[in-house]
C-alpha cells in the first residue's frame, strides 16, 4: 500500500481529468483501491460508483467522464475479492466472497474515510453485484444517500434452470464437503475471452472491446468464475432484500433499471423490489443485455434520461453567480431640460396614481366636513350682525335665514341653535313673550 495504486489507460479510455486514485485499509486490514474524481467548475453533488462482479474502475472511465461534465464528484472503487483490491484465495482469479459482512464494512469504511470530500447531496449508482451491496447497505442503516439508481441490480440471480431450492441445497451441501472455494461446477470461466459474438454483457462491440483491453495490459484486473462460497453470499443478500418489510426502510427514491434480455440476474425480483420500495421506481430498457452503461447509444441513453430525472430532482444544477469581471452598468445621463418636458408631456399618467385618486374620490364627504367647519367657525361674525339687525327690525325680517336651503346641511344646522340663542338672550329687553316664540316655532322647518 505504498505510494499511490495505478489508473491503467487504453487508447478510447483515458483517464478522467482530476483522477486521486488511493488504497484504502477495508475490513480486517485488506487494501483496497478507490479513486476520487472532481470536476470543472460548479459541484452539485457526489456519485457513489459501486461496480458489479469481475468489474473494475477503469472500465467505467467513461461513465465517470459523464458524471464530471454534470457537475458531480465520483467515488469509484474496486471491491474485495477483484480489480486491485485484496484478493481472498491464494488462487487471485477465484471470484470468492465470505458473506455480506465484509463487503459492506469496506463500504462504509470507504465513505466515512471520503465523507468531508464527498459534497452533498449524495447519490448511489451501482451496478448487479455493486446494486445488492449499495441497496442491502441502504437496509441496514446506511441513510448518507440522497437517492440510488441502480443498473441491472443483482437481487436474485438465474440459477441455469435449477429450482431455487434446489440450488439451496446444492450450495449447502458443497459448503458442508469443505468445496466453498471451489469453482462452481468445476468451471473456472474465461477471464481473458474477448470474443464478441459469444458475450451477453453489451451488444455494442466498440464498448465491448474497451472493457476488455485494461485487463489486456494489466492481467492482475482479471477475475475468473465465481465460487461455491460466492454463491451463498449472492443467494443469501438477495433473500433479504426480497423481504418487503427490510425495503420498507429504504425511504430514499430508488430506481432500478431492468435489461429485457438480462442472462445472468433475475427481472421479476428487481419488480418486486421496485414494487416493496416506499419510493422505489423501475425502468425497462427494451433489448438490453446486462451491462446497461456498456450498451449501445440507444438503450445506453434510457440510463442516462433516468440519472438526469433522478438528479434534477434531488442535486439540480447550482444558479451562476455574477461574473466578478463584468464591467459597471454606465450611470444614465440626466435628460435636458426641453427633452425632460417632452418626456414628461408625452409619458401617460402612471397607473399607480389611480388608487391615490380613488382614496381621494372616497374622502370628498370628509373633506366637505372640513370644508363646512371653517364656514360654521366663521358664521358667529355674522350672527351677531344679523342679530343686532334683528333687535332692529321687526320679527318677520328675520326669516331670510331660513330660506337658504341651498347652504350645506351642517352649517344651516349648526346656525340655527346659535340664532335662537342669541334670540333668547336678546327677546326679553326688546321683544314681546309671543314675538319670541315664532323663531323657535321655525327653527324645525329651516
Known amino acids: 500500500m505504498d505510494g499511490a495504486p495505478p489508473l491503467i489507460a487504453v487508447p478510447g479510455a483515458p483517464i478522467p481529468e482530476g483522477a486521486e486514485p488511493t488504497w484504502i485499509e477495508g475490513y480486517g486490514g485488506a487494501p483496497l483501491r ?25 472500465k467505467y472511465f467513461e461513465v465517470i467522464q459523464d458524471f464530471l461534465d454534470r457537475g458531480f464528484v465520483v467515488l469509484a472503487h474496486d471491491w474485495r475479492g477483484q480489480g486491485l483490491s485484496h484478493r481472498l484465495l491464494a488462487d487471485p482469479l477465484k471470484g470468492h466472497a465470505e458473506g455480506a459482512k465484509p463487503f459492506l464494512e469496506d463500504f462504509r469504511i470507504l465513505l466515512e474515510a471520503y465523507q468531508a470530500r464527498l459534497p452533498k447531496p449524495w447519490v448511489a449508482v451501482a451496478h448487479s453485484m455493486g446494486g445488492c451491496l449499495t441497496l442491502l447497505a441502504m437496509v441496514r442503516g446506511e441513510d448518507r444517500f440522497a437517492a440510488a439508481i441502480l443498473s441491472a441490480p443483482m437481487l436474485g440471480v438465474q440459477t441455469g434452470g435449477r429450482s431455487l431450492g434446489s440450488t439451496k441445497l446444492l450450495v ?8 466453498g472455494k471451489r469453482y462452481l461446477l468445476n468451471d473456472p470461466g474465461k477471464p481473458f475471452d474477448d470474443a464478441f459474438d459469444s458475450n451477453v454483457l453489451t451488444h455494442d462491440p466498440r464498448r465491448y472491446a474497451r472493457a476488455c483491453a485494461p485487463i489486456k495490459a494489466e492481467p492482475k484486473l482479471a477475475l475468473g468464475a465465481p465460487t461455491w462460497g460466492w454463491l451463498d453470499f449472492a443467494l443469501a443478500a438477495t433473500a433479504e432484500l426480497a423481504r418487503p ?7 430514499a427514491p430508488v430506481i432500478i433499471l431492468s435489461a429485457e434480455e438480462d ?11 421496485a414494487r416493496n ?3 422505489g421506481k423501475i425502468v425497462n430498457v427494451p433489448g438490453a443485455y446486462h451491462e446497461i452503461l456498456m450498451e449501445s447509444d440507444d438503450m445506453r441513453n434510457i440510463f442516462m434520461k433516468a440519472f438526469d430525472a433522478l438528479t434534477g430532482r434531488v442535486a439540480p444544477m447550482p444558479a451562476e453567480p455574477p461574473s466578478a469581471t463584468a464591467p459597471a452598468a454606465a450611470p444614465t445621463p440626466a435628460p435636458a431640460p426641453a427633452m425632460a418636458a417632452a418626456a414628461a408631456r408625452a409619458a401617460p399618467a402612471p397607473a399607480a396614481k389611480k388608487p391615490a385618486a380613488k382614496k381621494a374620490a372616497a374622502k370628498k364627504p370628509a373633506a366637505k366636513k372640513a370644508s363646512a367647519k371653517p364656514a360654521a367657525a366663521k358664521k358667529p361674525a355674522v350672527k351677531k350682525a344679523a342679530a343686532k339687525k334683528a333687535a332692529a327690525k321687526p320679527v318677520a325680517a328675520r326669516k331670510a335665514p331660513a330660506k337658504r336651503k341651498s347652504a350645506a346641511k351642517p352649517a344651516a344646522a349648526k346656525k340655527a341653535p346659535a340664532a335662537k340663542k342669541a334670540a ?7 321683544r314681546k313673550p309671543a314675538a319670541r316664540k315664532a323663531p323657535a316655532k321655525r327653527t324645525p322647518k329651516a
Do not use: C, H, W, Y
Not at 452539485?44 to 460508483?49: D, N, P, Q, T
Not at 451441501?173 to 468445496?179: F, V
Not at 333668547?424 to 326688546?430: F, G, S, Y
Open 34 to 58: 478507490a479513486a476520487l474524481f472532481t470536476p470543472k467548475g460548479r459541484v452539485r453533488g457526489s456519485i457513489v460508483l459501486s461496480g458489479g462482479r469481475t468489474e473494475v474502475i477503469e
Open 172 to 179: 449447502g451441501l458443497s459448503k458442508l464437503l469443505g468445496r
Open 245 to 251: 418489510e427490510r425495503l420498507a426502510r429504504v425511504t
Open 263 to 273: 442472462k445472468l440476474v433475475d427481472n421479476a425480483a428487481q419488480m418486486a423490489a
Open 277 to 279: 420500495l416506499p419510493q
Open 424 to 430: 333668547a338672550r336678546k327677546a326679553p329687553a326688546k
